[in-house]
């Protein structure tokens, strides 16, 4: 005998027969309820688990505020946000000015013309002739 044909007798592995088109079983008529009490029993275990951790950090909080206390510190955030703001302001007396946006005399056309103007001295005349066509 083949392994199909003892899968299909009933020896072999129990899902060779539901793949052939055994016998299937029968649903558990309390199988959704069970379901629903199991889902119901992770969702508190997991509501039990974030209120756990919730007041652990508490506690750490607490313990973390009494050392900013003691010591005269600031939080993380407020440091962060007082020099993020100190950077933004320039140093009076600094050595180095803000750029401006655009440099003087950038886009004047007296000046593109005054170049050109000095660039066609120096070329050969009957280029001269041919550029200012």
Same mark, same amino acid.
């Given at each position: 005998?083949?392994?199909?044909?003892?899968?299909?007798? %009933? @020896?072999?592995?129990?899902?060779? @027969? #539901?793949?052939? %088109?055994?016998?299937? #079983? !029968?649903?558990?008529?309390?199988?959704? *309820?069970?379901?629903? $009490? &199991?889902?119901?029993?992770? &969702?508190?275990?997991?509501? =039990?688990?974030?209120?756990?951790?919730? #007041?652990? $950090? /508490?506690?750490? !909080?607490?313990?973390?505020?009494?050392?900013?206390?003691?010591?005269?510190? *600031?939080? &993380?955030?407020?440091?962060?946000?007082? /020099?993020?703001?100190?950077?933004?302001?320039? /140093? =009076? +007396?600094?050595?180095? &000015?803000? *750029?401006?946006?655009?440099? /003087? +005399?950038?886009?004047?056309? !007296? !000046? =593109? $013309?005054?170049?050109?103007?000095?660039?066609?001295?120096?070329?050969? +005349?009957?280029?001269?002739?041919?550029?200012? *066509?």
């Amino acid at each position: 005998m083949n392994f199909v044909m003892k899968a299909a007798l %009933g @020896g072999g592995p129990p899902d060779v @027969g #539901k793949m052939l %088109g055994g016998e299937e #079983k !029968e649903e558990d008529p309390d199988a959704a *309820k069970k379901e629903e $009490e &199991r889902q119901e029993a992770l &969702r508190q275990q997991e509501e =039990e688990r974030k209120a756990k951790y919730a #007041k652990m $950090e /508490a506690e750490r !909080e607490s313990m973390r505020q009494g050392i900013r206390d003691k010591y005269g510190l *600031k939080k &993380r955030e407020e440091a962060e946000a007082e /020099a993020a703001a100190a950077a933004e302001q320039p /140093a =009076e +007396g600094s050595l180095t &000015r803000p *750029k401006k946006a655009v440099p /003087a +005399g950038c886009g004047d056309e !007296e !000046e =593109e $013309e005054s170049i050109m103007d000095t660039v066609m001295k120096y070329l050969p +005349g009957p280029l001269q002739d041919m550029l200012k *066509k």
